[in-house]
């Protein structure tokens, strides 16, 4: 029998994170919280490289605020270039 994935909230990562800073021990926070080791210092990882970006959820890309920034801007362009064709009727 295959142990099934666990589906963590954001919430939860971002404190099981905080919390081994706290306590300065990976192994034993994810002891205490049944999370395995290596999915705890991969959340620990994710967090250090994309901060409040990090666990954006499924399907949604990790991005730095940066990347993120980019994103938003590229998204005002797109939407600019289509009012404008739109004004001029193509």
Not at 10 to 31: C, M, R
Not at 35 to 64: A, C, D, M, Q
Request: glycine share 8%; net charge positive.
């Amino acid at each position: 029998m295959s142990k099934r994935k666990k589906n963590y909230t954001t919430e939860f990562k971002t404190k099981a994170v905080e919390l081994t800073y706290l306590q300065g021990n990976v192994k034993k926070v994810s002891d205490e919280l049944g999370i395995p080791y290596s999915v705890l210092h991969r959340w620990r990882k994710e967090s250090n490289k994309y901060g409040k970006n990090s666990f954006p959820g499924r399907g949604k890309p990790k991005l730095t605020d940066e990347q993120r920034g980019i994103a938003e801007l590229k998204k005002k362009l797109r939407d600019s270039e289509l009012e404008n064709q739109i004004m001029i009727g193509f």
